[in-house]
């Protein structure tokens, strides 16, 4: 994979993503709702955003949408919660399903036993800013090139793949392809990052209830080999 950057922005740029990577291991090695879990999970959404601002200047609407300030100030908001909402509608129904599939569910419990085991308010909080934080480094500063939407996705989906969860593996290149078609269509953040906000939120609020596991995992540690991460 090719980052059609030089200098200092392609430094930035991959400096941040290690630097998350590293960040995204540790958080989900520790006992969830601990204060070194919330410490990790906000310099993980912190790497991401200054990654991203470093980086340069990013596109907060575009183009396309300056040129119909009126109309976007009434559609733009819209569009992208009613996607953000279709995709969890769909990430809901495969939940359904996958919870009657032992493999898949232990992979799901992993993830979601993290939301579980910590206030609402703090979590919520926290996914809220890692979302938009992705958004600005991968459908933003990431952005780049002849084929954006295909580095976009294989980029977000094996930072994803670093928490060795095959459910989040799925979910992480679902979500970057409507990400990105949104950044694509858009060409802004905004639209991307209010869809990535309303899919998080929703996630948190709707999918732990289904996965809460009758004899859990030991107490902050995921059921596979590398812990998982949030939804974001």
Known sequence: MTIRRTG?????????GIGAAALLRSSFSVKAGSPRFYLLTTGL??????????????????????????????????????????????????????????????AITGVLRYADAAPGAPIMLIA??????????????????????TTTTLAYTASTAAAGNPALVLAGLFTSLVFGWQRAATGGVFAPA???????????RYLPPMFRDPDPAPAGRAPWALPGRLPT
């Open 45 to 106: 959404a912190g790497t991401w955003a200054a990654g991203a601002l470093g980086a340069g200047p990013i596109p907060w609407t575009g183009d396309r949408l300056g040129r119909h300030a009126t109309r976007s100030l009434l559609v733009v908001p819209v569009v992208p919660v009613a996607t953000g909402a279709a995709a969890f509608t769909v990430f809901y129904g495969a939940a359904r399903i996958a919870r009657h599939h032992r493999a898949l569910r232990r």
């Open 128 to 149: 809220s800013g890692s979302a938009i934080a992705e958004e600005l480094y991968f459908r933003g500063a990431l952005w780049t090139g002849p084929r954006p939407l």
């Open 8 to 16: 200092k922005p392609a430094a930035w740029l991959c400096t941040a």
């Open 194 to 204: 209010l869809t990535h906000l309303t899919w998080s939120i929703l996630m948190l």
